[in-house]
């Protein structure tokens, strides 16, 4: 068997760790799943059963699994607070490392992993945004770049979750950035890839409501919010995050050129089925994300695993990611504050008032 | 005001002839509707509130009605049983004659008709398929004769019915001709209209069930039944009829040709709003042919009168009328004998054994 | 002849004025238009062909026209810097009035309407918002009511034209009000109607660009806008107005409740024809307003009749015009100084610095 | 790794065969694919490039791959013409069996293949159809079973290709039994799954053009054929393959029962991107079976690994296989013959002259 595979360790065994344990176990030809770590118990008792058996080192200690024989890679679900230290430290033992988004819901923490990766330029460092290895997102930057739209000028795109009425979503609020760095991230990162990342925020307002847990008001945070984020080169992005559908996960995105619109989900279905009943016809729409984005998570690993083998560049910046939270992070500001930001020429803050 | 309105009597006013007699009246600018007849004294009653406050004098029979000074046109929306008796005698009183389909369900009393037509050429004599008179029918036709999608090859059409839960259409079958006389004659009309009404049947089968009313086979009928009919020109139709559907209305066609396919109605809809539930996403289907077709019943009282008072053509040939409800009498009968039927080149009935 | 038509004139033969004179001469029954205006020769000449035959007198004169013996009402469809005052005069000539949206740009001058419309409370006084009209619209406002979502918290509601290439609406935006009153007012008088008439801004914030017509920025206006408001009872609203559409008229709206959600044309077009070809299948998308709201235009015409003949009540209070305007002024206000609006728990405005 | 791995060889490297080597190789966790061959230099120099670097041995010789260590399991995909000798040959060898679809053109061909397999009861032997492992298929097979349609009544199903303008699929009609046997066996082996396996043909008619590929008729084939299929227990199936689409892959299925409908792929798409331009609103279709099944095809090589590592039952029975291509040679007799069939309340073959 001639054939190089990545030697992967996974960080976290959470809902999402698993997701990612599994697809590096199953579904992604090119790599090896050889290690995972997790602190907590009940994780490492899926561990068990789960990875184990098909020759995964289990390990509740991060650093020991660094030095797991022959790792190359590892990947990182684990809770976003140790995110930052734990791409560091593997950047620092010479892995590569595709971490969960956000880095850091803080600004300077993110930059310090783009620190670190900046020192080993050898070394693959991504922060998984899922929609960029989505097939129908690919679609529609590839029209862009045909020239199918004209000039983008307006996106409109919304990250909106079915309601969990366990209302756990209240405790995650304490620590998630709040929903413009939690959720609308990924809208902005949309916004990045198709109105190209160099660009520069000249204003952004944001307003929020609490329709079914006034409780996040103790978190400064809101279940359902709109933001507008104005470029300085003519252009606007606008987004709607929400943790209230009814129906299921419902993640839509419009890119409005001068010539044309592309729009991704505009109709969101569980599959291709439509049933007919005296009350109409229904079809059906994915409860979650891994049901909407499924696919996308696995492309993501294979095109990681892909980039670390053959050393070709990943799909994505890691400044981006940065970048991505830092817009999020001013709207959660507008948001919280009640207050219009405003920049300069060169995306530094501005008081209106020396405009 | 020097404007001329055509001036109409309505026979029948049960279900359609009411709808038609409300379209005169309100709908078609350029005509007046001044007469009305029925035999049926519910009917008179309604017409009495609905009607003669506007000035249409009603008749309960229909000799008179044809009296009616100035009258130059009679809409027919009586029972099928006397819709060529009635249409004979409008002609004979050189009176404009817009007929409900069908003429008759029997091919010698539709020829009658159209024989009487024929002495009086100065005369507008239509049979109203209103499907003809459809925005996306007429669209559909408009795309073919550019060229659109080729060769018209395959038409695949359907009538279904939202399911009546009283039963009614049982009895109605005793005199309906069957459900391919009755509802097909739509999709048989569409197919001389897309594929040419010159085309000559080659061979036909047909095969149906009663699945909601087994009663119907007490009048040689079937509430589903599928039927092909294949032309001497390499071409076929195939149809669908069916008096179950939970959902609503569901009239769909398609016509596929050799570089490409128009369809019509594929995503039957009530209206424009989609409702988002925990279930999934509903929308709702009319419920009958008024809510599919209302606008299409409007058009073809508005085209027949600038027909009539501009002596234009009319959209469709009273000939084809005849040729939908003979090749929808050769499916039934395919139906109920279970026999394949076929024609040869002129469009004579041969046995297969002389093949 | 028992029936009694509402006498009905038309002020303006521009575009909206000749179709709202077609609809009251051709698809409003218990209507008949007995007189027309218009200061404008080339709209006479129209006049000449189009309306005198039928009856219709027409005046240059305004005033002369509200004198036309028997006139019961007025249709308003002139150009908006005089609707106020037409209004008012007819108010004063003791005639029913349905004008064409904005009474004016001037809230001010609305507010003149409004009182003089007080002054005759007999009389039936509307300002057209054709949405109210149509049949989706009317269904979503119907399940509301039903309860099917829940407390509705979230509008998204956007107007988009297709792109005039000629430009018009650049010198058109110099009398319009700017794109929030011009287009807006439509999605804002929506929002009245389904989160409640008395509903109160808290803040509001608007961003826009000029990305085909940069001459717009003469006049202080845009070709693509956002805008956001917030209730103060926890409701948001977010708007998107844009004159660059490529493929037609597209005016979405979707109403987001705690249980559910309301979606009008989310799936814009013209009729149920698909076209399937080698690029894929394709559907078109109606051109402009007409295509869209053409028959809740003949609604409209038809509701107003019924209310002014039967005395029954307006299915619009004439003061949600001028609050709609009235938000719409204030978005316009955020969009063009780049600030956001802040107003007290009455609706008083409040600097931020205050709170 | 205490993991044991089904060990899988590949018969047959063409289209087909490199699909499935690909899936048991990446996508099937629980298998690994250790051998393949080929009678095909050109399809051996791709497996020495594709498949050798992974550690699978290839062979040119098929009786030698069935002796490759440790082999458990055949998977076939070279010309149907072998399936059955391969199919057979491998189940002598104690080896589970994944036969591509249809074991034989010829009915006792494919029995012979049963009767192989039931000698050997603790092997599994599975004929794939891959629509049995599709999950749209799959959610409608359950919602029937709790009951949501009432009494399935009516299944139309159509698999319609992209046109291949190389015209391949003229000489391929020389073997592939005819559009019924090669096309519509999906759509039966359906009905079987929807009506149930115990159903019992009637009476069965079709007809056939040849609209873009003349040629056909020399195999006595057709590139578009209708076929009606009536069953002893009052249900009815109707079928439509199609060689002749312009937009791409479009297999379509409803079945409507009593009390409801469910349509499986009503409205065709590649992704979930809509494109706007001025033409309209397109989204494109995938090109052919793998744009739209190939997830099928990797359940299908997981469902089939499962069953064989953890002796489980089968999704489907191999008599199916059977029974579907006996349907569709009735199909295409018919069709052929221009005759109706018609069979007796077990099954056997009536002239109809005996009813």
Request: glycine share 8%; net charge negative; with cysteine.
């Amino acid at each position: 068997m001639g054939i190089q595979k990545l030697q992967v360790g996974m960080a976290g065994l959470g809902r999402v760790g698993k997701f990612h344990a599994m697809n590096f176990l199953q579904h992604t030809p090119r790599a090896e799943l050889v290690a995972a770590f997790t602190p907590d118990p009940t994780e490492i008792a899926w561990g068990r059963v789960n990875l184990e058996p098909h020759g995964v080192t289990l390990y509740d200690n991060y650093d020991e699994m660094l030095k797991h024989p022959g790792l190359q890679a590892v990947a990182i679900g684990t809770a976003t607070s140790v995110h930052a230290e734990e791409a560091i430290k593997a950047i620092e033992a010479d892995l590569h490392v595709l971490c969960e988004k956000p880095l850091s819901i803080h600004i300077d923490v993110c930059k310090a992993v783009v620190a670190a990766a900046k020192k080993k330029p050898h070394l693959k460092v991504m922060c998984g945004f899922s929609r960029r290895f989505d097939e129908s997102y690919r679609e529609v930057h590839s029209k862009i770049e045909q020239g199918l739209i004209g000039r983008p000028s307006i996106i409109r795109s919304q990250t909106c979750d079915k309601l969990d009425p366990s209302g756990f979503f209240v405790e995650y609020a304490a620590w998630s950035g709040g929903v413009f760095v939690d959720m609308a991230v990924h809208d902005i990162d949309l916004t990045l890839w198709f109105f190209g990342d160099d660009i520069i925020p000249k204003s952004i307002s944001a307003h929020g409501i609490t329709a079914v847990q006034p409780e996040l008001k103790k978190h400064k945070d809101y279940d359902n919010a709109v933001g507008i984020v104005e470029f300085q080169n003519g252009k606007i992005a606008y987004y709607y995050c929400s943790r209230m559908m009814a129906h299921g996960q419902e993640d839509t995105t419009e890119i409005i050129g001068t010539e044309g619109k592309l729009a991704v989900n505009n109709n969101p279905q569980r599959n291709l089925v439509n049933y007919y009943h005296s009350g109409g016809i229904t079809r059906e729409v994915p409860p979650n994300f891994m049901g909407r984005f499924g696919p996308a998570f696995v492309q993501e690993a294979n095109d990681f695993t892909a980039a670390c083998l053959d050393n070709t560049p990943l799909p994505m910046k890691l400044t981006n990611a940065v970048k991505a939270v830092e817009i999020g992070a001013y709207l959660q500001e507008a948001l919280v504050t009640g207050k219009q930001l405003h920049f300069d020429e060169i995306g530094r803050r501005i008081e209106k008032a020396q405009l």
